[in-house]
């Protein structure tokens, strides 16, 4: 693959994940509250441009490796980039902008749910074209989104805590599915 992601993965995007939630219980706030408050929404922001684009470009490489030109991933994917910047550039503020708070919430539920489509596409759409099966990124794909569900659950909100849980998850699970790519890659060449 043309670019190591892996320092991003396991580095830069924790690294902004946790500066930004620093001094915040992790299950009574989530990243929409701390980034509309006053001094983190520039981190918030830059944590959005960096997460966003990160999530964006990794996709479309792995994609790229795979020989994947699915239209369902394409358009998830684009639906992913475009909710997640939404979600992060449109403000929370419930009680000052209900309307935008609203479109907020959806969009910051929306990008996430594409994505989670979109890697399960790109899995499903792997494993047709190789002939290979991907058991354990399956596994882990609907983990994250059981473990997600039980802490919503568990919560009582959409906290950081789960914010966390689902973007570093997302980090793993793709650079996970970037090694499967290359050893499939090197066992046909």
């Known amino acids: 693959m043309r670019k190591n992601y892996d320092f991003w993965s396991f580095f830069v995007i924790p690294a902004l994940t946790f500066l930004m939630t620093a001094g915040y219980e992790l299950t009574a706030t989530n990243f929409s509250v701390i980034g509309n408050r006053e001094g983190r929404r520039g981190l918030f922001l830059l944590w959005g441009a960096v997460t966003g684009n990160y999530f964006y470009l990794y996709v479309k490489d792995l994609t790229e490796l795979?020989?994947?030109?699915?239209?369902?991933?394409?358009?998830?994917?684009?639906?992913?980039?475009?909710?997640?910047?939404?979600?992060?550039?449109?403000?929370?503020?419930?009680?000052?902008?209900?309307?935008?708070?609203?479109?907020?919430?959806?969009?910051?539920?929306?990008?996430?749910?594409?994505?989670?489509v979109c890697?399960?596409?790109?899995?499903?759409?792997?494993?047709?074209?190789?002939?290979?099966?991907?058991?354990?990124?399956?596994?882990?794909?609907?983990?994250?989104?059981?473990?997600?569900?039980?802490?919503?659950?568990?919560?009582?909100?959409v906290s950081s805590l789960l914010e966390i849980f689902v973007t570093l998850s997302a980090c793993v699970s793709l650079s996970s599915f970037q090694h499967k790519l290359e050893k499939i890659r090197l066992s046909n060449h």
Not at 70 to 85: E, G, P, S, W, Y
Not at 88 to 105: A, D
């Open 66 to 116: 795979g020989g994947c030109e699915d239209r369902l991933v394409q358009v998830c994917l684009f639906l992913a980039f475009v909710l997640f910047l939404c979600g992060v550039s449109l403000p929370y503020l419930p009680r000052q902008l209900p309307l935008l708070s609203r479109l907020h919430v959806w969009a910051s539920f929306g990008g996430p749910a594409f994505l989670f």
């Open 119 to 157: 890697l399960y596409r790109l899995i499903r759409v792997t494993e047709q074209k190789e002939g290979v099966r991907l058991f354990g990124q399956k596994v882990f794909h609907f983990g994250v989104g059981a473990i997600s569900a039980f802490l919503y659950l568990r919560i009582g909100i």
